[in-house]
């Protein structure tokens, strides 16, 4: 599947599943070239007490999440993952220890991966609020 890199991945999403459904991801469930990668129905991610729960709007494609589908990068998360390194999205849940953010905070995240999903949870310390005028897809 080619995706326009101007597509948020929340419209992509919602253009294959209705959105009252379980969360949907995109899977890489062994390494291989993107047209391998699956849409899925998972768990909503559990956050940890220094996290952020994200409601993805947008994510970020970059040649790195090309190299981590197919095991060429220098870390390879456990299978099944959801690749995507970036994501801009409003915080639906904070961990105890966050006192820098709050649930409908616009906001960009650096993730590693997990970002080609309707939500990921984040480190509260790679989040950072997005300007007022800036939108989710440019702030991904």
């Not at 915080?91 to 616009?106: M, N």
Request: aromatic residues 8%; charged residues 20%; glycine residues 8%.
């Amino acid at each position: 599947m080619l995706i326009d890199p101007k597509t948020c991945i929340s419209d992509l999403i919602g253009h294959y599943w209705k959105r009252n459904s379980p969360m949907k991801a995109l899977l890489c469930k062994a390494f291989g070239p993107a047209d391998t990668l699956v849409l899925e129905n998972v768990d909503s991610p559990v956050i940890k007490k220094n996290e952020i729960l994200l409601d993805v709007q947008a994510a970020g494609v970059n040649f790195p999440d090309t190299l981590i589908i197919e095991g060429k990068y220098q870390f390879k998360p456990p299978f099944p993952f959801s690749p995507g390194g970036e994501a801009a999205g409003i915080i639906s849940q904070v961990g105890e220890k966050i006192t820098h953010l709050k649930p409908g905070d616009r906001v960009m995240a650096l993730t590693g991966w997990g970002s080609f999903a309707e939500q990921v949870a984040v480190a509260g310390y790679n989040v950072l609020p997005i300007p007022e005028a800036m939108d989710f897809t440019t702030a991904a």
